[in-house]
């Protein structure tokens, strides 16, 4: 006679549940050590128990949920960012003794959106490896000279939702007075 696992899993269910109505007795051994065991003992106290809490399940509803937004893979359509700008540095701004790092920050309205990317350029080039969800930015390795900064915002696919105004900055250094 061949058994299935299944029909092991169905008998071990039932000695868990006839096990489970049986009494449970507690003791202390000469070591101070609390047992429990579902076999009386000498000296064992029987352990009461409390009825279980059943909650039944609720049945679902024919009624269609409302206001549930459907997500099929497809990016959701946005209006747009009515503004961008970069806060900092501001046009034509000279920033003295910066050690090579500047600030950029930038606004947007509404603010970043889920799944929307920032990358600056300064430059022309890239600052980051790729777009970041943040609108401040540390760049480093800028030095002396004329520079030119403007920021791209970016959804989810890549598709370029709008970009800041290039903003021209200076970066100057005081020079040590060598007078002989």
Not at 68 to 81: I, L, T
Not at 117 to 127: E, K, N
Not at 134 to 149: D, E
Not at 150 to 161: D, F, P
């Amino acid at each position: 006679m061949k058994f299935s696992k299944y029909s092991v899993f169905a008998g071990l269910l039932l000695v868990a549940m006839s096990t489970s109505a049986a009494a449970l007795y507690r003791w202390v051994d000469a070591d101070g050590i609390v047992h429990y065991s579902d076999t009386p003992r000498p000296g064992a106290q029987v352990i009461t128990l409390q009825k279980t809490n059943v909650t039944r399940s609720l049945r679902p509803t024919d009624r269609p949920v409302e206001n549930v937004e459907q997500n099929d893979g497809e990016e959701q359509p946005f209006a747009g960012y009515s503004k961008a700008v970069i806060n900092s540095p501001t046009a034509e701004e000279t920033l003295w003794n910066t050690g090579g790092n500047i600030n950029v920050s930038l606004s947007l309205e509404p603010d970043l959106q889920k799944g929307h990317r920032v990358m600056v350029y300064l430059d022309g080039r890239p600052v980051a490896q790729e777009p970041q969800t943040r609108t401040s930015f540390l760049i480093q390795n800028v030095f002396r000279g004329t520079h030119a900064v403007r920021a791209t915002v970016y959804s989810q696919t890549g598709k370029v939702l709008q970009t800041t105004p290039t903003i021209t900055f200076y970066v100057k250094q005081n020079t040590v007075n060598r007078g002989g």
